[in-house]
């Protein structure tokens, strides 16, 4: 029986090794100069839908719609696609590095003397279009689906003293009615198909921001995306009881809007969904997990206590509340039960340049998939 038991554990072992690589390879690819943030420049939001619609191929899994993978919708988004260059007292500025463009801002070109507003902020003098440059400790990228009238520009605050002038050429370009898709697969269940489990992840990011600077993003979310591959691979081997879906959501920077989209229009029976796991933020792991919704289901937060304390697997399991801050949220209001489920600890990096491939520790990932796996097995 020892030796038993030594087996099945080399295997589990040999193939939760087999998952990280294969995680490693998928967040790799997506985080790729190919995929250039998986947003609205440089074509990297539609490559991306391509290349996840062609590995659920690979991995068998159907394609939830007649036509296909894809759930098509629109949405107008601001851009930053040609010019984006700033000098801060004469000296040249690297994009991403030492400054971000606030992602409602304008077109502006021009050199400015400016004006110390307050101990973080500094205005234009004499712009046509409003300039300010506020100091941040840490500079955070984002989308926006509208525009303002002014250009604000993030400065990484490096205490380099006063700002005097600053010479800009920014050009934006809002993008009306920009194409999305929803990347939608599933599994049959071996007992039914008229209950459901769906895995979901945001495939988008933030794009990039001029012709050579781009955010990678690695733990968000293209963590969450190989996650969802890891589990077909499972099924694969093991399959669900249940009919399991799995959705690869775009517009989720945007504001939730492909998830928004997927529920309000009933794409599947919402009622038949007996639980929904999103998944975002899976590279780190040291601080454990946190479940959001944790709260509001506390028979399936006990369960899956229950499956840690039993297996040893991650570090901790926190829970916070009801929270609009993935797209489960959409779902959790539709009324059909969904925990978010993100890791805790590790690098630091978030909706900036510094969120890549390399230093994602992917501490525990492998423990996470085995949750879930377990979890689903047992509601």
């Known amino acids: 029986m020892r030796w038993i038991a030594l087996i099945l554990l080399i295997i589990n072992l040999s193939a939760a090794a087999q998952d990280s690589v294969y995680a490693r390879s998928v967040i790799k690819k997506l985080t790729s100069k190919e995929f250039y943030g998986r947003g609205y420049l440089n074509n990297g939001l539609d490559a991306s839908a391509k290349y996840i619609s062609s590995e659920l191929k690979k991995l068998n899994a159907k394609p939830l719609f007649g036509t296909g993978y894809y759930q098509w919708f629109d949405f107008n988004v601001n851009t930053f696609p040609d010019k984006v260059t700033l000098k801060i007292n004469g000296k040249l500025l690297k994009p991403g590095e030492d400054y971000i463009i606030s992602p409602e801002s304008i077109s502006i070109k021009g050199k400015y003397n400016m004006t110390k507003k307050d101990s973080v902020t500094f205005v234009a003098e004499g712009a046509q279009v409003p300039l300010l440059i506020t100091l941040k400790n840490k500079l955070t990228f984002g989308v926006s689906t509208v525009t303002q009238n002014y250009c604000l ?171 609009r801050n993935s797209d489960h949220y959409w779902f959790t209001e539709a009324g059909v039960p969904s925990f978010f489920i993100y890791t805790l600890g590790g690098i630091k990096a978030y909706h900036d340049v510094y969120d890549i491939e390399k230093t994602l520790p992917l501490t525990d990932y492998e423990d996470v998939i085995k949750l879930l796996t377990e979890f689903t097995k047992r509601l």
Do not use: W
């Not at 920014?170 to 007992?191: E, H, P, R, S």
């Not at 780190?284 to 479940?291: A, F, L, P, Q, S």
């Not at 919704?293 to 040893?312: A, D, T, V």
């Open 153 to 323: 520009v993030e400065l990484l605050n490096k205490n380099s003293g006063e700002i005097k002038t600053a010479e800009v050429n920014i050009q934006n370009k809002l993008l009306t009615k920009y194409i999305n898709k929803n990347v939608c697969a599933f599994m049959d269940g071996k007992k039914s198909n008229d209950t459901l489990i769906v895995f979901s992840a945001h495939y988008d990011h933030l794009g990039g921001m001029g012709k050579k600077t781009y955010f990678p993003g690695a733990n968000d979310n293209a963590s969450g995306v190989s996650a969802l591959f890891n589990l077909i691979k499972y099924y694969t081997k093991y399959p669900p009881d249940y009919k399991t879906l799995f959705i690869f959501f775009a517009g989720e920077e945007a504001g939730l809007i492909g998830s928004k989209y997927f529920v309000d229009n009933k794409t599947v029976d919402l009622k038949k969904i007996k639980f929904l796991i999103n998944l975002d933020l899976l590279g780190t792991g040291d601080e454990g997990i946190m479940v959001t919704n944790g709260y509001l289901y506390e028979k399936e937060f006990s369960q899956l206590h229950l499956i840690n304390k039993e297996l040893s697997l991650v570090k901790e399991i926190k829970r916070r509340g009801k929270a």
